[in-house]
């Protein structure tokens, strides 16, 4: 049986699967687990044709089906989100300099170091958390060869202006697209902008492989490029066209992955709810900020973040321990900034004052928001923050 054909053959979960499931405590995020019972055939087929890994049907399946999915011309699935970073800085030859953002996970600068690039960290926009245009053309030197921005939180970054930036400097630009699976504007897939985007399918992201990720390739030649450079450099069997690292996806997680497909749409649209009630509850609340996205059509409710600026009683900090001593286990995502870290603090754009990101690091909170979330954990969620 073809994927395709197993997949069709899994019968309806009956009865339906509901998405809300009680958790105590609440994690900020939490995976969406497919039925069990329509994960067994994949199984049975993995166990019975022995093939692991290696390109085989399950993930040569899951890549047509996110192709299709994503509206995205080609996709290489690869092991994890910051293996995917490196292929992706690998494949574009990025040294030097490269501009990004110190508000976003560690694994966005640790790929450039990793490539043996320096970072060179430009202040945020209060709006969307996401690198300034203007910030970016101000920082270029003649060291500079490429922009790593973040589609912070899912929010679509402002890829027009940078994308005008990058021709005017001729500069390359990689997108950090791990928040972003599914995110459009104007109509079509924010992971079309740029040389190349990726994106991290992490448990902890909206869709998810268990481990895994995914570049997104505006042509086949560079798809090509990219699908050896996560299997060692090899060209078909025997011919090296270099040395790369191991960057495969395994069956199992790509079953995973398909069955996650499955489910996709129902999961963004219980995520989409979850937001808008905490947008509703919060839209008088003094002192919290939640985030209004600039410029999507498709969101994907991947986080919640506000801001709790100083109208609030309390810091951000000790909400967030408040949060947590009842079960509802908020983060401060992304506190502290890559550039305070140690292997970063002493560069000297970590040295800047980069105003907009320290006072938003000062202030974020991210509440819980995922598909088993009930409305009655986002209610508990307002009213600690209510302080009712
Ligand atoms: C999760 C994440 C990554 C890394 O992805 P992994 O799949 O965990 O390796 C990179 N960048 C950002 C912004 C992330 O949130």
Request: net charge negative.
């Amino acid at each position: 049986m073809t994927p395709r054909e197993l997949l069709a053959a899994i019968p309806p979960v009956s009865p339906p699967l509901t998405l809300v499931q009680e958790q105590w405590p609440t994690p900020v995020t939490q995976p969406f687990m497919p039925p069990l019972a329509e994960y067994m055939p994949y199984l049975q087929t993995i166990w019975a044709n022995r093939w692991l890994t290696n390109s085989g049907p399950f993930h040569q399946e899951l890549e047509r089906a996110l192709e299709q999915h994503l509206g995205v011309p080609h996709l290489s699935l690869i092991s994890n989100g910051t293996t995917a970073l490196w292929i992706a800085l690998q494949a574009l030859r990025i040294g030097g300099e490269v501009i990004t953002t110190p508000f976003s996970f560690v694994a966005t600068a640790h790929a450039l170091r990793l490539v043996g690039a320096t970072p060179v960290f430009v202040d945020i926009d209060e709006a969307d958390c996401n690198l300034s245009p203007q910030g970016i053309e101000a920082a270029i030197t003649e060291r500079t060869t490429a922009i790593l921005p973040v589609h912070c939180f899912g929010h679509p970054c402002d890829v027009k202006a940078i994308g005008e930036v990058a021709d005017i400097h001729d500069l390359k630009v990689i997108y950090d697209a791990a928040h972003a699976f599914g995110v459009q504007a104007d109509g079509s897939s924010i992971l079309c902008h740029g040389d190349l985007s990726t994106v991290s399918f992490h448990a902890t992201k909206v869709f998810s492989t268990i481990e895994g990720g995914a570049i997104i390739s505006p042509d086949a030649r560079t798809k090509a490029k990219i699908d050896r450079l996560r299997n060692f450099g090899f060209v078909g069997d025997m011919t090296l066209a270099g040395a790369s690292i191991n960057g495969k996806l395994n069956e199992l997680q790509a079953a995973f992955g398909l069955l996650q497909l499955r489910y996709i749409d129902d999961i963004i649209a219980r995520r989409a709810a979850i937001s808008a009630r905490y947008h509703s509850a919060l839209a008088e609340m003094a002192g919290i900020m939640p985030f209004h996205a600039i410029g999507a059509t498709t969101l994907n409710h991947a986080y919640f973040p506000v801001r709790v600026t100083e109208e609030y009683a309390v810091s951000s900090d000790t909400l967030c321990r408040e949060l947590q001593s009842v079960g509802i286990m908020a983060r401060r995502y992304f506190h502290p900034l890559i550039c305070d870290m140690p292997g970063y603090r002493d560069l000297p754009s970590a040295r800047q004052a980069l105003p907009v990101a320290r006072r938003i690091a000062r202030q974020i909170l991210c509440l819980p928001i995922h598909a088993n979330l009930s409305d009655e954990q986002v209610d508990r969620a307002v009213g600690i923050l209510a302080r009712a």
